[in-house]
T-cell receptor, first 116, second 113 residues
Framework: NAGVTQTPKFRVLKTGQSMTLLCAQD?????MYWYRQDPGMGLRLIHY???????AKGEVPDGYNVSRLKKQNFLLGLESAAPSQTSVYFC???????????????FGDGTRLSIL | GDSVTQMEGPVTLSEEAFLTINCTYT??????LFWYVQYPGEGLQLLLK?????DKGSNKGFEATYRKETTSFHLEKGSVQVSDSAVYFC????????????FGTGTRLLVSP
């Protein structure tokens, strides 16, 4: 199994450009998440989804949009990139609580994004 | 709000040394606690977890005990290997509704031969 796959792995953007990060999981997980990882700050939740067609804001949602049109995919969009969005972005997925409490999150390998 | 505090790194050890990485938490209720590990160039992987007070999580020689009285979940390993070099994240999740993970800032471990 591929698990959680993120594309692209690296990207450099200019301020004001837009782009979409793609996350795909093949584990039939209900929940999906987008995090950003910055030095000295750990991982912070941007947006999450508890099922196909649903999304919700996390801790740091400003400047990002998401969509979950299919259960296996979770897209993260930057409409107008800013230097403050330079970060490493991780997607994760997990079963819902109906599968039992404390389901582990499975992470992709990350997308390193630089905004100039 | 809920938070996790980890010791700052890097932690530098020689192979076969004893490892402790400290983690304390602040939460309004009784969370579940986790350790995740991130190897270079990879995403995070669950290392171990504990869901209630006095539980001990263990995996790959690593252990951590959920101490409610000291709000701690310290990670230990008796004899580290070079392959254990990674960043270790402590995290908590409240056991209500959507299980959002709150992460600490991570501790980098460097093990030399």
């Amino acid at each position: 199994n591929a698990g959680v796959t993120q594309t692209p792995k690296f990207r450099v953007l200019k301020t004001g450009q837009s782009m979409t990060l793609l996350c795909a999981q093949d584990m039939n997980h209900e929940y999906m998440y987008w995090y950003r990882q910055d030095p000295g700050m750990g991982l912070r939740l941007i947006h999450y989804s508890v099922g196909e067609g649903t999304t919700a804001k996390g801790e740091v949602p400003d400047g990002y949009n998401v969509s979950r049109l299919k259960k296996q995919n979770f897209l993260l969009g930057l409409e107008s990139a800013a230097p403050s969005q330079t970060s490493v972005y991780f997607c994760a997925s997990s079963y819902s609580v109906t599968g039992g409490p404390n389901q582990p999150q499975h992470f992709g390998d990350g997308t390193r994004l630089s905004i100039l | 709000g809920d938070s996790v505090t980890q010791m700052e790194g890097p932690v530098t050890l020689s192979e076969e040394a004893f490892l402790t990485i400290n983690c304390t938490y602040t939460a309004t209720g009784y969370p579940s606690l986790f350790w995740y590990v991130q190897y270079p160039g990879e995403g995070l992987q669950l290392l171990l977890k504990a869901t209630k007070a006095d539980d001990k999580g263990s995996n790959k020689g690593f252990e951590a005990t959920y101490r409610k009285e000291t709000t701690s979940f310290h990670l230990e390993k008796g004899s580290v290997q070079v392959s254990d070099s990674a960043v270790y994240f402590c995290a908590l999740s409240m056991n209500t509704g959507f299980q959002k993970l709150v992460f600490g800032t991570g501790t980098r471990l460097l093990v030399s031969p």
